[in-house]
């Protein structure tokens, strides 16, 4: 049974940074690149990162760039997003997703797998 379970959300403040991580059991982690997406209250669903099945490459939202950096360790089956100062506007539930079309990273269709998801709220 694959399981990806996301951990590290919590309530911070404007500013803050934040660490999410991603646990992913029952299937080859290596076979897989990893994504990044969020969904904010009354919105859809959007991209925020992916990295590839080695780490050597990795995407990011445009108007995301330069705040966030995606992770991943192999060895432990882990998946990381470093967020740094965060605004309200980071506010979401915050998904990791595996998929195997790396054609499709910063796509949800490209995602075979999700985790339940952890919220993140940034107050002002």
């Known amino acids: 049974q694959v399981q990806l379970a996301e951990s590290g959300g919590a309530l911070v403040q404007a500013g803050d940074p934040l660490r999410l991580s991603c646990v992913v059991s029952g299937l080859t982690f290596t076979d897989y690149h990893m994504g990044w997406f969020r969904q904010a209250p009354g919105k859809g669903r959007e991209f925020v990162a992916a990295?590839?099945?080695?780490?050597?490459?990795?995407f990011y939202a445009d108007r995301l760039a330069g705040r966030i950096t995606v992770s991943r360790d192999n060895a432990n089956n882990m998946v990381y997003l470093q967020m740094y100062n965060l605004t309200p506007e980071d506010t979401a539930v915050y998904y990791c997703a595996a998929g195997d079309d790396a054609a499709l990273v910063r796509t949800i269709t490209g995602y075979k797998y999700w985790g339940q998801g952890t919220q993140v709220s940034v107050s002002t």
């Open positions: 990295i590839t099945r080695t780490g050597r490459s990795k």
